[in-house]
């Protein structure tokens, strides 16, 4: 990086002088020097041979230690001393664990290293320390060290210059594609998967003999994809051809297992796991399986237990009798390490700089690799053999004349006038006359030189045979391919992981996985949910003045729903939510549940107005009616909400930013609408004069309101229907469905208060009122009341204004979970018949339940004169 007098400024301070360099100066500096020591020296691997700086450093160690597979082990801190004195210069702990990565049979396809003692294991389990374990290099790891005494390749000084050590490692067999590599150095990483070594060596032996061949014909005639050393099945084949061709990608390795039925009954069945992904750690993922079994966020899973040994890994999930073991298995595979992505990223250390490279890249930088080291090889025992032939060549001379060359040699007064004397006698060179000179008397006989005729028949045929390698690349290239096929007949094994086909969608039918549950629910106006086990309900004293909840808010629904059912929810905004049951999270009675932005994200100010329970969005004759506070009416299909989305809310009627929904009830398409206003108008008309509209329809003109008039609710309903009316000065009416009058769409409706002239009371809230509908008051003091509605008796239109029933009202609605569930026994024709029901039954909510709304609402009742509040209902 070059400098400008703004980056260094010298200053002198009487006999010290201080460097002062800018921020800049030394962060883009010594950074981009630090970044580039930890790509070249540290994480990434070279391309030729595999390794990294510490893995060759720790190979070429034990290889100076003369620690061959045949010798006999030494111990790992007597290894993890040397690479640290010699080559390495840091921390031991670094060291020690590169060697033990190197032993292990599960990281490392073919292992480079052998130890003797405690490596770990796939459990997690650590290796027990350097002091304990014993090291030697591998059978396969001579391939790597092979040959460096023939100056294959090049050497450098070590850290301090007292040692050299190899740039890179001959490297016999590809060790980057075998054994893969992974690293993570400053602004990139590398993730090479492992390879057989069959394919790999098929796939350079082919690329070697077609230069020009395509990607896809390499994968045809060597590589197939990764193979992972613990097996496995891999997923994505169309994303191993684009790792390859770009370097980077990702596939799906997923466990091998099988479904087992025992053998005493044909119900029992279990999941058996035999191999898993590369990298994950057995006791983990057995953990995390049995948390999903204790936590019972899944049915059917009995146990989980580790039958693992020497016979191969083996782990065995027993199921319940009425588990689904696919499905189980999907969940498993989604939700587990039983399967996970392995993505590519084919970064190496190429012409001394990081690359990502293609599987192409890769073969050539190895190939070139291979030629020149073999070329180099070839040189150099071509010198070596010259050198020996030139001596025998001698010797064989020598021994011919045999006496003469004795009389030279006794004649000569000392070494060198003898090797001066044999050399002009004879016609030798210097180095001949040197071995003749050192030449012993045993040597001299008949079988001797029988013998180095033979050897000089051999060297003459080596020297031809080198001497064409180095001429001819059709020898060099058959040189090493012959060198290849040796390696895979000794050390090729069976391929271990399944190449099966794409990617696939886990799709998990969640309902399958489940044990049926039934919950008690109560969903609140401000959109909390509390789900709580029924059998907790039916087996406690649970008082209503216990009840959890925010202050001001109030009960829109409580019932029963089974976890495998679906909650529908409208809100005020006019969307709608579908919440599956076991989705719910339990709660205890005194708690305040869980907010409906924990499931589904909703507007700050959006609130709940009605709920239903639903098993089956797919029905005739079953409509949901909505109004609104300024006066649309919509009627839309419940098979509208068929195979949408669980996730997020969604419309249900378009409407204005100021308006809102005041109402939405279930009906059968043949039932009376009745609404009210805040200015006492009460309309009743048959739903059939409403259009059928689709989702995202605004609706249409439900009546005409008056100047600052507003709807304050509607209810659906038959003939026997009561309908109520709540005022805001606590007064309370119920009305006959058949003492209203019918009327048009088109008018504002009837008066349904008998009240003095000139007194102008506010209505608000309407709904309907059977005997068995309890209503929640929330009083102007902000105390929260359950009502019954049978408290108060039915009377006339033109009667009075109802009974006073809190001293004023803030807000208030009944208590109605709409039961919509069709049985899988029943027809169409049944339903209408089922959702006809009074909005008491819709509610479906347990005797034990019914009983805790019974409270004795009459001794918390504050009795006061009728005043006007004038506010809305929530």
């Known amino acids: 990086m070059s400098t400008n007098n703004q980056d260094l400024v010298n200053e002198s301070n009487h006999d010290e002088q201080l460097l002062v360099y800018s921020i800049s100066y030394l962060l883009g500096n010594l950074f981009s020097r630090y970044s580039k020591y930890i790509i070249l020296d540290r994480a990434l691997p070279d391309v030729r041979d595999g390794l990294k700086p510490v893995q060759r450093r720790i190979l070429y160690a034990m290889n100076d230690l003369d620690l061959s597979a045949d010798k006999p082990y030494k111990k790992s801190a007597r290894v993890v001393g040397e690479v640290i004195g010699k080559y390495h210069p840091h921390g031991d702990a670094p060291v020690y664990g590169a060697v033990v990565r190197m032993a292990q049979p599960w990281k490392l396809y073919l292992p480079l290293v052998d130890m003797q003692g405690n490596k770990g294991s796939i459990d997690g389990d650590s290796p027990a320390a350097m002091r304990y374990t014993e090291l030697r290099l591998s059978p396969i790891a001579h391939l790597l060290l092979q040959d460096l005494k023939k100056n294959v390749v090049d050497f450098i000084p070590n850290f301090d210059s007292s040692e050299t050590e190899p740039v890179v490692l001959p490297s016999y067999f590809p060790n980057l594609l075998v054994n893969g590599a992974t690293g993570i150095a400053v602004g990139m990483a590398t993730n090479i998967p492992p390879h057989n070594l069959a394919e790999v060596i098929n796939a350079i032996i082919y690329r070697i003999n077609n230069p020009e061949a395509t990607l896809s014909e390499i994968m045809r005639n060597g590589i197939k994809g990764p193979d992972f050393p613990t097996g496995g099945i891999i997923q994505g084949l169309s994303h191993i051809k684009t790792a390859y061709k770009t370097g980077k990608g990702k596939i799906a390795i997923r466990s091998k297992t099988t479904i087992e039925t025992k053998a005493k009954n044909n119900k029992d069945h279990r999941i058996v796991i035999h191999e898993l992904p590369f990298e994950v750690v057995k006791q983990d993922l057995i953990k995390k399986i049995d948390d999903i079994r204790a936590l019972n966020k899944i049915h059917g899973i009995k146990e989980v237990r580790d039958e693992t040994d020497r016979q191969g890994l083996r782990i065995v999930i027993d199921l319940t009798h009425d588990a689904h073991a696919e499905e189980i298995l999907n969940y498993l595979f989604k939700n587990t390490n039983l399967q996970v992505y392995y993505n590519f990223n084919l970064v190496a250390i190429a012409n001394n700089k990081p690359q990502i490279l293609s599987l192409i890249q890769l073969l050539d930088f190895y190939i070139n690799h291979q030629v020149e080291v073999v070329t180099r090889k070839s040189k150099y025992d071509l010198k070596q053999l010259k050198k020996r032939l030139e001596i025998i060549e001698g010797l064989i001379i020598a021994l011919n004349s045999i006496d003469k060359v004795v009389k030279v040699i006794r004649t000569a007064k000392n070494k060198s006038l003898a090797c001066a004397s044999l050399i002009k006698e004879f016609d030798l060179t210097e180095r001949q006359a040197e071995a003749i000179v050192s030449l012993r008397l045993y040597r001299l006989t008949v079988a001797d030189v029988n013998t ?311 209505l608000i809230s309407s709904f309907k009122a059977n005997d068995k509908i309890n209503i929640n008051l929330l009083t102007n003091k902000e105390k929260w009341t359950i009502f019954p509605a049978n408290k108060v008796g039915v009377t006339r239109v033109n009667e009075g204004q109802g009974k006073a029933i809190a001293e004023g009202i803030i807000s208030a609605n009944n208590i109605c979970l709409w039961d919509l569930r069709v049985a899988k026994e029943n027809k169409a024709s049944n339903q209408s018949d089922l959702i006809t029901k009074d909005a008491g039954n819709h509610q479906n909510q347990s005797e034990e339940a019914a009983n805790l709304i019974q409270s004795e609402v009459e001794d918390n009742l504050e009795l006061t004169k009728p005043q006007i509040i004038k506010s809305n209902k929530k």
Request: net charge positive.
């Open 452 to 762: 180095l005729l033979e050897e000089k028949a051999s060297i003459e045929k080596a020297i031809i045979n080198l001497t064409n390698i180095l001429k001819s690349k059709k020898v060099l290239n058959s040189t090493i391919i012959e060198h290849f096929n040796q390696v895979k007949g000794k050390y090729s094994v069976p391929r271990r992981s399944v190449i099966a086909g794409e990617i696939k969608e886990i799709v998990i039918d969640e309902k399958a996985t489940l044990k049926e549950l039934e919950l008690f629910v109560t969903v609140s106006y401000d959109g909390w949910i509390k789900a709580i086990n029924n059998r907790s309900i039916a087996q406690t004293d649970i008082d209503y003045k216990e009840f959890g909840r925010k202050p001001t808010d109030i009960i829109v629904s409580q019932g029963k729903i089974d976890n495998l059912d679906n909650l529908l929810l409208i809100t005020n905004r006019g969307n709608y939510v579908i919440i599956p049951g076991y989705k719910l999270t339990e709660s205890k009675w005194k708690d305040v549940g869980i907010h409906i932005n924990t499931l589904v994200k909703l507007m700050p100010s959006e609130k709940i107005v009605a709920s239903a329970i639903v098993n089956n969005f797919k029905q005739e004759n079953c409509y949901l009616v909505l109004v609104s506070q300024l006066g649309l009416i919509k009627r839309v299909m419940i098979n509208n909400f068929a195979d949408k989305s669980f996730n997020r809310a969604m419309k249900c009627i378009g409407l204005k930013p100021n308006d809102q929904l005041v109402s939405a009830n279930f009906t059968n398409g043949k039932e009376w609408i009745v609404l009210s206003t805040k200015d006492g108008f009460t309309l009743k008309y048959l739903e059939n004069n409403i259009n059928v509209l689709g989702l995202s329809a605004r609706g249409i003109k439900a009546l005409n309101l008056g100047l600052n008039d507003k709807v304050i609710g509607a209810a659906t309903g038959n003939s026997n229907d009561v309908y109520g009316i709540l005022t805001a000065t606590g007064h309370f009416k119920r009305i006959s469905f058949s003492s209203l009058e019918q009327t048009v769409r088109t008018t504002k409706g009837q008066k349904v208060l008998n009240l003095p002239k000139r007194k102008i009371v506010n």
